[in-house]
């Protein structure tokens, strides 16, 4: 009798554990098209074509508890400390507008970090820090570092001060500033996940850029979201005005996609002889992720 019980027990236990579906891994790929329309006034219009693929993996120091929230913002949610690493391939079509001109190849490798101080009696706990590294070779290879200091000042929300330093072997190097802040609304079942972002990027011999940004993302429940967001890039008056939509979908509780869709507005650029150029950027991406 002992023994069934036992059995019976350990059967629950089992399909427990599997029903809430904490992780370590998480591993994935992403495939982003995009199309930038240049039309010349007067003149021409073209469009230029990118094609990117990604590959992605992340462990995280200790088991994520998914039982706080929504599936997508689980890490967030259990301060889970965690490390990625990632390549992409890409190729930009730029034989679509001059035949004389060669397609260009460009791969992407680094890896991005969090460290969460966590434990009763920690006099730096809830505080958090980042690391980051990504390496672009192209026609000029470009190395960007990334490092950032922050803090749970509530369970749900994070101030985060980054700095990204980026080296370009051409020239024309830059330093970045920025605030950030995340915030979790939580519901009985779903939530709302908001940001808001500022910050200046210092490039050298020109004018700062300054960039703002805010979105947001409803959970319905927590294995489907929708998200909206909104950026706006300045320099010495010249605007670029970037919006975007993405929904998230958790098939199943370890197996998740994400469609997004976004689109760039330029200023016009005003060029000698009376011309303008009209730039307009569209992006779509859809990114697959498995975790275990």
């Given amino acids: 009798m002992f023994k069934k019980t036992a059995l019976v027990a350990g059967i629950g236990l089992a399909l427990s554990a599997t029903a809430q579906a904490d992780y370590q891994w998480e591993l994935g790929g992403a495939y982003t098209y995009g199309e930038i329309q240049a039309d010349l006034k007067p003149g021409p ?3 230029i074509d990118e094609n990117i693929g990604e590959l ?10 998914t039982s706080k929230g929504p599936l997508n913002e689980a890490a967030f949610l259990d301060h889970a400390s965690n490390i990625t690493v990632f ?12 035949n004389r001109l060669s397609d260009k190849d460009g791969q992407t490798y680094g890896f991005n970090s969090r460290y969460v101080a966590e434990g009763p009696g920690w006099k730096l706990s809830g505080w958090l820090g980042e690391l980051g590294y990504e ?12 490092a950032a200091i922050g803090k749970y000042v509530t369970p749900n929300t994070t101030i985060v001060l980054n700095y ?4 370009v072997s051409a020239g024309g190097d830059t330093n970045g500033y920025s605030l950030d802040l995340d915030h979790f609304f939580a519901f009985s079942n779903g939530g709302l996940k908001v940001n808001a972002s500022a ?3 210092v490039v050298s011999d020109a004018d700062d850029v300054e960039q703002y940004e805010l979105g947001g993302t409803w959970y319905l429940t927590n294995n489907l979201g929708f998200g909206a967001g909104y950026m706006n890039t300045q320099q010495d008056g010249y605007e670029v005005n970037s919006w975007a939509v993405n929904a998230n979908w958790f098939i199943t509780e370890s197996f998740a996609m994400d469609l997004s869709y976004g689109q760039a507005d330029f200023d016009d650029i005003d060029l000698i002889g009376g011309q303008k ?4 950027q569209d992006v779509a991406r859809l990114e697959a992720k498995f975790r275990f």
């Fill in 45 to 47: 219009s073209d469009d």
């Fill in 56 to 65: 992605f993996g992340t462990w995280y120091f200790e088991n994520v508890d």
């Fill in 87 to 98: 390549a992409t391939d890409g190729e930009v079509d730029l034989n679509s507008i001059d």
């Fill in 135 to 146: 390496y672009l070779d192209l026609d000029n290879s470009i190395d960007t570092y990334h």
């Fill in 164 to 167: 990204d330093r980026i080296d």
């Fill in 199 to 201: 910050g200046k990027v």
């Fill in 277 to 280: 150029l009209q730039l307009e």
